[in-house]
């Protein structure tokens, strides 16, 4: 049986896109058979180079994760293989300004290696700000994708825990914000799944330390473990 994803791929906004999802979500909790709407998402993911469907994907991504919530370890055999897809589209992109003639890496290089210093001038008065990066309109996609990873380590089945944790611990391409997923997603894993997460130490703790050593600020965040509370002792203990 295969869903209808018409409404939910057409939605721009979050809050139309989070409603369309739900309904997805309880439309899939009544039907039987949904290995094909499991490959018509896929599909959709699959669509990561043409950035006129990022709100396809982003509202693919949101159908998935309201499904894993709404249906859990019935939805994992289906959405677990799809992880590496949902990790790589966790990377925000943005639309750079172009560099002027001025800046250009090769007009720079002449102009280091020239023994002539330039004189700087001064500033103009009312100096018009220099161009900020365009947020490109795959932002939605990323969030949407971390939400629908970390929905599928926190419903899925600790006996999944072989199957899910070597995709997590591979190496995401060096992009920060898969980084900061993957981190979020061992922990949750730690979590959720204390007694599979404890045998397989060997291999988490070496990319747990990469984490908590990586160039950025936000990696390093979530890549530390939680600080545990304060020991209080107990009121029932005899006082000296």
Known sequence: ?????????????????????????????????????????????????????????????????????ALKTKAEPFVAPMLPKIIALMVRRARLPPISDGDHPARLRRSATTARPRRRRAPPTASRPPPRPQADKAKPVSIEATNA?????????????????????????????????????????????PDQMSISLTAVLPVVADLMWDTKAAVRRRGRPPAPAPHRPSSSLPRR
């Open 1 to 69: 049986m295969s869903l209808d994803l018409a409404a939910l791929t057409a939605t721009t906004t979050p809050e139309d896109r989070a409603a369309a999802a739900k309904a997805l979500a309880d439309a899939a909790a009544k039907a039987g058979d949904l290995s094909k709407t499991y490959s018509e998402l896929e599909a959709i993911l699959d669509t990561g180079a043409d950035k006129k469907k990022a709100d396809a994907r982003a509202g693919a991504l949101a159908g998935l994760r309201c499904i894993t919530e």
């Open 149 to 193: 990873a970390k929905a599928l380590v926190s419903c899925m089945s600790p006996h999944a825990m072989e199957f899910v944790l070597p995709m997590i611990l591979a190496e995401a391409d060096g992009k920060w914000q898969c980084n900061v997923g993957r981190a979020e997603m061992i922990t949750l894993l730690a979590q959720h799944c």
